[in-house]
C-alpha cells in the first residue's frame, strides 16, 4: 500500500514536473526575444514625397514594433518598383495606380496622389494644349505613367502629335533641358510641391523666366478611358506664394500611389505595418503632412486586391488595445485635456501678467527719456539717470524672481540701454556748453 502511494505521488511528481515545463518553454516561446522580420521598400527618387513619407513611417516603427522592421530602398520610379516586388527583390512598394501588376501583387494602402503637370517656359507663349504645336516638348521614359497619360490626353484633345517636336527622357534631365532652354514645356507626373520640381522653379524664377502651368481641360471625360485617374486642381500658390505659381487654380489629372506587397509577405507582418501607419497616423502627420494622405485601398472601380494582413487590419479581426479600451481611453484624455487646458490656462495669466509688469516698466523708461530730452541743465539730467539706474535695478529684480519673462528683459535692455546712451550724451553735451560759458 505504502509502495503503491509512493508510486501514484512519483506520477503526480512527474506530471506537475512536465506541466511546469511545458507552462514554462510555452512562455518562453511566447516571450523569447526573436529578431524582428526586416520589410524592404521600393520608394522611387530619393527625396519624394513617398520617400520622405516612408522614412517617418519607418523611424515611427523602428520605437513601435518588436516584430517589423523598414528598409527604404531607392528606385527610379513605379514601373521598377512593381518588378520589384512581383521578383521578390522588395517586400514592398509605392506604385502608381496606373501601372500594371503582377497578379501576386496585393494592396496595403493609398500612401499618396501624384498630379499631372505640363508645365512651360513662359516665353515659350504655350497657354494651352493646342499651343504645344511647333513647340519642343520633352516627356518622361515609355512606358511610365507621365509618358502615356499625354498620349492619352492627345488622342481626347487630338493633337497634332506630328507638329510637336517630342522627346523622351529622365525627369531631372528633362528639367535641366528645360533650364538651357533647349525645350518648351516638360509633361510628368509627380507629387504636388516635390523638392526637384521647386529647386527648378526658384532657378527660373530668379533668372526671370517663369514658368506657366497649362490647365488640363476635361478631366472628367478622360476618365472614362483611364479610370485609374481623377479630376484634380493645382491650387494657385502652390509652387510659390508671391508670385502665385501657377498664377491660378489649374485643372489636370490626379492618379493616386498605392502601397502595395507581395503576396508571400507575412500577414502578421503586413497587418503590423497597416496597424501602425493607421492608429498612429496623427503622430506621423505632425512629423510631415504627407501623412495626412494616408488612405485605405479604394473598394469602387479597379482595383488592386487588398493584401490578407491589411485587410485583417481594416476588418478589425483582431482589436488592439487602443479599440478594446477605447471608453477608458477617452476618460483619460478627456482628463488629461481638462488639466491641460488649467495649465495652460495658468500659464497665460502669469504671461499676461509678466506682460503688463514690463509695460509699467516702459512707460516709466519713456517718462524718464521725455524728462531727460526736455532737461536744460547738469542738475536734471543727473537726476534723470539716477532714475534710470534705479529702474533698471528694480527690472533686474523681478528679472531674477521670474516676474519677467526672458523676451520682456530682453527688450527693456536694448530700450534702457538706448535711453542710457541718450542721456550720456546729453550729459556730455551741457558740460561741454557749461565749459564754453566758463571760458567766456
Known amino acids: ?39 524592404s521598400v521600393a520608394v522611387g527618387g530619393k527625396g ?25 530602398v531607392h528606385t527610379d520610379g513605379s514601373a521598377t518598383n512593381a518588378r520589384l516586388v512581383a521578383e521578390g527583390k522588395a517586400a514592398l512598394a509605392s506604385v502608381q495606380a496606373d501601372i500594371m501588376t503582377a497578379p501576386t501583387v496585393r494592396a496595403v494602402a493609398v500612401v499618396a496622389r501624384e498630379h499631372f503637370q505640363l508645365i512651360a517656359r513662359r516665353s515659350s507663349g504655350i497657354r494651352s494644349l493646342r499651343d504645344l504645336a511647333g513647340k519642343r516638348l520633352a516627356l518622361p521614359p515609355e512606358g511610365t505613367s507621365g509618358n502615356q497619360n499625354f498620349f492619352a490626353l492627345a ?7 506630328a507638329e510637336i517636336k517630342i522627346s523622351a527622357g529622365p525627369v531631372n534631365d528633362n ?53 485609374y485617374v481623377s479630376e484634380s486642381v493645382i491650387s494657385q500658390g502652390t509652387y510659390q506664394g508671391y508670385p502665385p505659381v501657377p498664377e491660378q487654380d489649374t485643372p489636370t489629372l490626379a492618379i493616386g500611389i498605392n502601397l502595395v506587397a ?14 501602425i501607419m493607421f492608429d498612429e497616423q496623427l503622430r506621423l502627420a505632425f512629423r510631415t503632412p504627407l ?43 478627456s482628463m488629461l485635456t481638462i488639466a491641460y487646458s488649467g495649465v495652460m490656462m495658468l500659464r497665460l495669466q502669469i504671461r499676461n501678467r509678466r506682460k503688463v509688469r514690463v509695460s509699467a516698466y516702459n512707460d516709466k523708461l519713456i517718462e524718464i527719456a521725455s524728462r531727460a530730452q ?36 530682453h527688450v527693456f535692455s536694448l530700450s534702457w540701454e538706448a535711453v542710457r546712451a541718450s542721456i550720456a550724451e546729453a550729459i556730455g ?6 565749459q564754453v560759458r566758463r571760458a567766456a
Open 291 to 333: 501623412a495626412a494622405g494616408l488612405a485605405r485601398p479604394a473598394q469602387n472601380g479597379p482595383s488592386l486586391a487588398i493584401h490578407a494582413g491589411a485587410k485583417a487590419y481594416y476588418d478589425g479581426a483582431r482589436p488592439f488595445l487602443l479599440v478594446r479600451y477605447r471608453d477608458e481611453i477617452t476618460f483619460m484624455v
Open 429 to 434: 553735451e551741457a558740460r561741454s556748453l557749461e
Open 155 to 161: 488622342q481626347h484633345h487630338d493633337l497634332p502629335l
Open 48 to 72: 519624394g514625397n513617398v520617400d520622405q513619407l516612408m522614412g517617418e513611417v519607418r523611424d515611427l516603427v523602428a520605437t513601435q514594433s518588436k516584430t517589423i522592421r523598414l528598409e527604404i
Open 1 to 39: 500500500m505504502v509502495r503503491r502511494s509512493a508510486v501514484i505521488v512519483g506520477v503526480y511528481a512527474v506530471i506537475g514536473f512536465l506541466a511546469v515545463a511545458a507552462a514554462l518553454a510555452s512562455g518562453w516561446y511566447a516571450f523569447r526575444d526573436t529578431p524582428p522580420t526586416v520589410l
Open 374 to 409: 526736455e532737461a536744460d541743465d547738469l542738475l536734471t539730467l543727473h537726476k534723470c539717470r539716477a532714475d534710470l539706474n534705479q529702474l533698471i535695478q528694480r527690472v533686474m529684480k523681478d528679472f531674477s524672481e521670474e516676474r519677467i519673462s526672458d523676451q520682456g528683459f
Open 175 to 227: 528639367f535641366a533641358a528645360l533650364e538651357r532652354g533647349e525645350i518648351d514645356a516638360i509633361a510628368f507626373v509627380r507629387a504636388l510641391r516635390d523638392p526637384a520640381t521647386v529647386e527648378v522653379m526658384r532657378r527660373l524664377q530668379q533668372r526671370g523666366d517663369g514658368l506657366f502651368f497649362v490647365p488640363v481641360e476635361q478631366a472628367s471625360a478622360i476618365r472614362l478611358v483611364k479610370p
Open 262 to 275: 507581395s503576396a508571400k509577405v507575412p500577414d502578421a507582418a503586413v497587418e503590423e505595418l497597416t496597424r
